[in-house]
């Protein structure tokens, strides 16, 4: 079988994660938990964004979040951003990586940006343009990559194109988000077919929602067809506040587990992201949503 040796896991739970919890996480929380990601080996950790507090107010003190991180040399904590305002506070920071989020879907481009796939494009030529200047890197995002909640299904062929858009503007990587977690393992290589032959597949992460629970079965798909880079959010905390429906990413932990059952390295202490799941899990008096981190912790 085609599988990659190594795995880079990109932790969003910090930001994908908390952005969809009812109940406001204090700065000293946030703080804690991207401290623990840390030390668990995680060496890409999203930390907040930089987004209109009216749209997203969980996302309020990002700036005081990332000034408050004891930052290791060797991890990245990116911030997303959706347009100039959101740069200016990330340079304003001193954030070394911003993430851009465009998407598959006219409709959820206008609920989430509130401006069409094609403006999206254009704002982000300046926002990427700008940020490469000031030596800052950039990943981007595309959502609705095997459904939306307002369409249904999406063509692949859009996705490539958003993709492409994304790349060919300076995005290093291009994260593929099934945000509403629809997707199934056949459809999930389609996609990532049609995208790897627009975008090198060395430069694709799969992103993946586990609403409906089909997360670990098209990771397993998307590593078969080469991609090497994976996004989780730690418990499986997550969703995104305009996608009704959307649940929490596929938890780290669970992907943790897989990659170690296949052979595959990524660094990360297990038992130590199990501490962290728990941590946030206790803050937020819910149900830990990884099934490892159940099983390890029982
Ligand atoms: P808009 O209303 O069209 O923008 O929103 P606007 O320029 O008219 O500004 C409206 C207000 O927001 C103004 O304030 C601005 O100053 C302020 P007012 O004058 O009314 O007091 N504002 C900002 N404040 C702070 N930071 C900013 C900023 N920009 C404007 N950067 C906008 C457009 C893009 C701002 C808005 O739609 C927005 O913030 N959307 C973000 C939504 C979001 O964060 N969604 C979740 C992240 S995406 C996701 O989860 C998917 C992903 O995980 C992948 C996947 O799973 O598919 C990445
Ligand atoms: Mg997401």
């Known amino acids: 079988m085609n599988l990659p040796d190594k795995v880079k896991i990109v932790e969003v739970g910090p930001r994908d994660g908390?952005?969809?919890?009812?109940?406001?996480?204090?700065?000293?929380?946030?703080?804690?938990?991207?401290?623990?990601?840390?030390a668990s080996g995680l060496k890409v950790i999203e930390a907040g964004s930089f987004v209109s507090p009216k749209w997203v107010p969980q996302m309020a003190s990002s700036a005081e979040v990332f000034a408050a991180l004891d930052k290791r040399e060797s991890v990245s904590y990116p911030m997303l951003v959706p347009n100039m305002r959101g740069l200016e506070s990330a340079l304003e920071a001193g954030v070394k990586e911003i993430a851009v989020f465009a998407a598959a879907s006219e409709s959820f481009s206008q609920k989430n940006i509130n401006c069409s796939i094609e403006q999206s494009i254009e704002r982000y030529r300046q926002v990427i343009g700008e940020a490469l200047n000031q030596r800052l890197r950039v990943?981007?995002?595309?959502?609705?990559?095997?459904?939306?909640?307002?369409?249904?299904?999406?063509?692949p062929v859009a996705v490539a194109d958003v993709a492409a858009g994304l790349f060919e503007l300076g995005c290093?990587?291009?994260?593929?988000?099934?945000?509403?977690?629809?997707?199934?393992?056949?459809?999930?290589?389609?996609?990532?077919?049609?995208?790897?032959?627009?975008?090198?597949?060395?430069?694709?992460?799969?992103?993946?929602?586990?609403?409906?629970?089909?997360?670990?079965?098209?990771?397993?798909?998307?590593?078969?067809m080469g991609v090497a880079v994976i996004d989780?959010?730690?418990?499986?905390?997550?969703?995104?506040?305009?996608?009704?429906?959307?649940?929490?990413?596929?938890?780290?932990?669970?992907?943790?587990?897989?990659?170690?059952?296949?052979?595959?390295?990524?660094?990360?202490?297990?038992?130590?992201?199990?501490?962290?799941?728990?941590?946030?899990?206790?803050?937020?008096?819910?149900?830990?949503?990884?099934?490892?981190?159940?099983a390890m912790l029982s």
């Open 172 to 224: 290093y990587e291009i994260s593929l988000g099934d945000t509403i977690g629809t997707g199934t393992p056949l459809k999930t290589q389609k996609m990532i077919l049609e995208t790897a032959a627009r975008v090198p597949v060395s430069c694709l992460a799969a992103h993946f929602h586990d609403t409906y629970g089909q997360a670990l079965a098209n990771l397993l798909a998307a590593l078969q």
């Open 232 to 294: 989780s959010s730690v418990a499986g905390l997550g969703g995104c506040p305009y996608a009704k429906g959307a649940t929490g990413n596929v938890a780290s932990e669970d992907v943790i587990y897989m990659l170690n059952g296949m052979g595959i390295e990524t660094g990360v202490n297990l038992s130590q992201l199990v501490e962290a799941g728990r941590f946030i899990s206790d803050f937020l008096q819910r149900p830990n949503g990884s099934r490892v981190a159940r």
């Open 18 to 38: 908390l952005q969809n919890e009812s109940r406001l996480v204090p700065v000293e929380i946030r703080v804690e938990l991207i401290g623990r990601l840390a």
């Open 139 to 155: 990943r981007g995002y595309v959502s609705c990559v095997l459904g939306c909640p307002y369409e249904g299904d999406i063509d």
